[in-house]
């Protein structure tokens, strides 16, 4: 038995969800840096990094402004900006307990 199937498959759909640059919550685009001014799906944001810059550009704090979920913020512990929706911080692996509601336990 898996302790908590629905987390880890919460989070499995998170991180499909940020790889593809869409939010998790909602599936709008997350327009951050070089990407402010682009259009894409799922489909198409592999040519779309491609044909710009392949960076994403400067990490920054955003939130959704389709459903207003904070999609990246300020690590506690390091500072940089990390995934909201993620339980650990990319830049000095701090893991944070995710607030995934009812379905979390
Ligand atoms: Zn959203
Ligand atoms: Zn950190």
Redesign the pocket.
């Known amino acids: 038995m898996i302790a908590f199937p629905k987390k880890d498959w919460l989070i499995k759909r998170y991180v499909e969800a940020y790889e593809f640059f869409l939010?998790?919550?909602?599936?709008?685009p997350i327009r951050r840096g070089p990407l402010r001014y682009i259009f894409w799906n799922r489909r198409t944001i592999k040519k779309r990094l491609n044909a710009s810059t392949g960076d994403p550009g400067q990490e920054e704090v955003y939130a959704?402004?389709?459903?207003?979920?904070q999609?990246y913020e300020e690590c506690s512990a390091c500072g940089k900006v990390r995934h909201s929706l993620l339980p650990t911080c990319h830049s000095c692996g701090d893991t944070q307990t995710l607030d995934l509601g009812a379905t979390a336990e």
């Open positions: 939010c998790p919550i909602c599936s709008y959704c402004p389709s459903c207003s979920t999609l």
